[in-house]
């Protein structure tokens, strides 16, 4: 029996064509990644996405596009948490699946508005559109439980000025538009020849947007300035690991006396014991401060004596003691400070270095008022430096400065530190606040009202205290006053896209009656002699 050569190619062929097209949408979607610290390279997130856009319109289906979707979110997610790895171990991988899954309708998207050859209207609404459905994905992947607002797109450009002025103008959601945008652009003017007048209008269009917002909206302006200290004590192991944290911080405060400091802030869990339950602890803090001349800010990670639990808690300490302001962290870590649905999930803890107890949550921001010149301080704990709503908040309760305090001694040597330490620009220029990143071990840095750095970041390997002239301005941004009003219009655009799809479905004439075939007689053949 002969078997067709054709049939057996095929069906060698077909499997690897699959797994070749799965590896590529893992490795196109992981592109973006390198846009973020470390490596920095801003200008690519505005091409990053074009290989993966140009993977999905050739899905031959809507499934295989949701496919590629998901296969190149898992490859984006893993590029830019893997410094999670050594905490996770393999469980990364699962979360990266599970949370790839909100971008399998972004792939659907995709191909619907670029598949073959979309007409000029087409490619017009694909600018929008595609932007748009982004970020949908991210707004829902902002939830805290699962895993908050780390690694938007439009975060990668926290060192970009103009991109930081946008960011006053609609937060860190406008500039994630304008980004996937240009990507859109690009990708319809490398496929579609006969798209290329429209995709270098678009480009020219979301350069122009930038420039206006450069030109028209100016940071508030600055009315003083503080000196405000950063005492990062670097890394410190082994046993008596948090007395000896704090006897740090001791050494490197006291070398502040004399330089004139309006505020001293500590790293997160600076302070590993309840300080009503450590009047000790509490006096040596007292010490500082009128040894500096300042109140000190500093974080407590420990049970507390009034309440049930464990809280991470920014405290102020004044030369009298504590003062009495106090902010309880309300949003915390995933895994890293409480497993989320334990009873089902809290095998977790045997596999990485998931939280043994969960931690406690507040219940409100505090605004604390600072020293006699009443300087008005909104803290905010680690995680919370990614959620544009909460430094947003604090503004409109009238914070002049924003302060968070972190610790990343765990992902001492990844991307980790920097990419914490990057976030605080985007949240100064969105809400015209300076901020200063306090860290236990690096990177702390400090960013001025317009997002822009003040003085010199300590990196990891620093053991120091350094003052910073920190300016402060008045006033509020767009983005305070008007809230999240592009993720409103983002809403809006995907709502107008499937009105105009029911609509035409609406409009479509219905099937008629179905047209029996025609009958068709053939003639009798005639045989010779009749």
């Not at 971008?103 to 932007?131: D, E």
Request: aromatic letters at 8%; glycine letters at 12%; a positive charge.
């Amino acid at each position: 029996m002969r078997i067709p050569v054709g049939r057996r190619v095929t069906a060698r062929r077909l499997p690897a064509s699959r797994w070749g097209r799965g590896a590529a949408a893992v490795a196109a979607g992981a592109l973006p990644a390198l846009a973020f610290p470390a490596p920095s390279l801003w200008w690519l997130a505005y091409v990053a996405l074009v290989p993966w856009m140009l993977l999905i319109r050739t899905a031959g289906t809507a499934g295989r596009a949701a496919l590629d979707g998901w296969l190149g979110a898992i490859g984006f997610i893993l590029a830019l948490h893997h410094w999670l790895a050594p905490s996770l171990h393999v469980f990364i991988v699962a979360l990266a699946a599970l949370l790839g899954l909100l971008w399998a309708p972004w792939g659907v998207l995709v191909r619907w508005m670029l598949a073959r050859t979309p007409s000029r209207a087409r490619g017009v609404a694909a600018l929008a559109v595609v932007p748009s459905g982004w970020l949908m994905v991210e707004l829902v992947r902002s939830w805290e439980g699962l895993g908050g607002p780390w690694g938007l797109l439009g975060a990668s450009q926290w060192q970009v000025p103009p991109a930081l002025r946008v960011a006053s103008l609609g937060g860190v959601w406008l500039v994630t538009l304008l980004v996937v945008a240009v990507n859109t652009a690009v990708t319809l003017l490398v496929s579609l020849p006969t798209l290329r007048t429209t995709a270098i209008a678009g480009v020219t269009v979301c350069a122009l947007a930038m420039g206006s917002v450069w030109w028209w909206v100016q940071p508030p302006p600055p009315t003083g300035q503080v000196r405000v200290a950063v005492v990062q004590p670097g890394v410190i192991n082994g046993v008596g690991g948090a007395e000896r944290r704090f006897a740090r911080g001791e050494e490197l405060t006291r070398q502040l006396a004399g330089q004139d400091v309006d505020l001293v802030v500590w790293g997160e869990s600076s302070v590993g014991a309840d300080l009503t339950a450590r009047p000790d602890l509490a006096a040596r803090l007292a010490a500082l401060s009128r040894q500096v001349g300042a109140e000190l800010l500093v974080n407590v990670d420990a049970r507390r004596s009034d309440r049930p639990g464990i809280h991470k808690s920014s405290v102020l300490v004044g030369p009298e003691g504590t003062t009495g302001d106090r902010y309880d962290k309300m949003r915390l870590v995933p895994f890293g400070e409480y497993v989320p649905f334990r009873s089902v999930l809290g095998w977790a803890t045997s596999v990485g270095k998931a939280a043994d107890e969960d931690r406690r949550r507040g219940t409100r921001p505090v605004v604390m008022t600072v020293g006699d010149q009443g300087l008005r301080l909104g803290p905010l704990v680690c995680f919370e430096s990614a959620f544009p709503d909460m430094s947003r908040h604090l503004a409109r309760d009238g914070a002049q400065l924003l302060v968070a305090q972190s610790a990343t001694s765990t992902f001492q040597d990844s991307w980790a530190p920097g990419q914490h330490a990057s976030l605080a620009a985007l949240r100064a220029a969105e809400t015209g606040r300076p901020m200063v990143h306090a860290t236990l071990t690096g990177v702390s840095a400090v960013y001025g009202p317009d997002g822009g750095r003040v003085g010199s970041p300590l990196g990891t390997e620093r053991s120091a205290a350094v003052v910073y002239d920190v300016p402060v301005a008045a006033g509020t941004t767009p983005y305070v006053r008007f809230g999240d009003w592009p993720v409103y219009g983002a809403l809006a655009v995907l709502a107008a896209l499937g009105a105009a799809g029911a609509a035409r479905s609406f409009r479509r004439p219905a099937p008629g009656p179905p047209v029996p075939p025609a009958r068709t007689t053939r003639e009798s053949p005639v045989r010779p002699g009749r």
